[in-house]
Structures are given as structure tokens and as C-alpha cells.
């Protein structure tokens, strides 16, 4: 039992450490590049929630049919699924923390960009990220916890 909590543990850690590592170095590195796959992010995602206002219009209808930042983050996500899915039989508690914390992910990504107010008393930390002004910090979405290790949390004291 206390094996499968110590997995369950790594595997919230692993994953967040994993969604600071994306938004920091592919989305927002890779992603300025506008000849890459990545491009969506810096490009169309930032881009509209400048223009908006933190809505991302592009979350209302969940598909994979329309080639948008949702549908892309869908298939990113459905990769790193896939991509861990051997570790599951091996690493149960690990991979089950991985794959929950993935579906926390999308859930909060995407209500924090179709209410904007909720995001701003929720999810802070991407709100600022998005409108604070610093779109070179605040990397996590699910929870802060990187940020705060690295560093990287930047309150926006203008937004209260």
C-alpha cells in the first residue's frame, strides 16, 4: 500500500514538473518558432486570450474535427497517455497520479479559458500568466508547486 501512495506521489510530482518542462521549453520555446507544430500555442492560444480577454473561444465545443489549440492539446495529451501506458502494469499508483493529473489539466485549462472570472479566482497563477503581463512565468496550470520550486511564480499585485 504505502508503495502504490509513494507512485501516486511521483506521479503528481512527475507531472507537473512535466507541464512546467512543456509550456516552458516546447510551447513557449519551440512554440515562437511559427514554422512548428508548436506554433499554436504562442500564435493562435496567446494571441486570442490577448485579444479576449483570457476567453479562448476555440474550448466551447469539444472536438477533434476543427484543427485548433483545443483539438491540438487533445492529441498532445492523448500522446503522453499513450506514451506511458507500458509504465501502467509496472508503475499502477504512478501512472494512475499521471493520467488524473492530465485530465485535472485539461479540465482547468480549459474552464479557465471559457470563464475568465473563475480562472481569476482559481486557477491565479495562469491568469497571470495570460494577463499579467509576464507571459514568461506562471508555466504550471494544474498547480503552482514548479513555479514555486523554480522560482518561476510572479504574483501581478495590479490585478487585485
Avoid at 512543456?22 to 514554422?35: A, E, S
Amino acid at each position: 500500500m504505502l508503495t502504490l501512495i509513494m507512485q501516486f506521489m511521483l506521479g503528481l510530482l512527475y507531472a507537473n514538473a512535466g507541464e512546467w518542462l512543456m509550456h516552458k521549453y516546447i510551447l513557449h520555446g519551440l512554440g515562437k518558432n511559427r514554422h512548428s507544430f508548436w506554433a499554436y500555442h504562442w500564435y493562435e492560444h496567446h494571441a486570442v486570450c490577448a485579444k479576449n480577454g483570457m476567453l479562448d473561444p476555440g474550448y466551447q465545443n469539444v472536438t477533434l474535427s476543427t484543427w485548433n489549440t483545443q483539438s491540438k492539446e487533445l492529441i498532445v495529451l492523448a500522446g503522453i497517455v499513450l506514451l506511458h501506458l507500458p509504465l501502467g502494469w509496472l508503475l499502477p499508483g504512478f501512472v494512475g497520479a499521471l493520467y488524473m493529473s492530465l485530465a485535472l489539466y485539461y479540465y482547468k485549462h480549459r474552464k479557465a479559458h471559457l470563464d475568465p472570472v473563475w480562472a481569476r479566482k482559481h486557477l491565479r497563477w495562469h491568469y497571470e500568466h495570460h494577463l499579467g503581463g509576464n507571459c514568461s512565468a506562471n508555466w504550471c496550470v494544474t498547480w503552482p508547486w514548479f513555479d514555486y520550486l523554480l522560482g518561476t511564480r510572479v504574483k501581478n499585485s495590479t490585478l487585485e
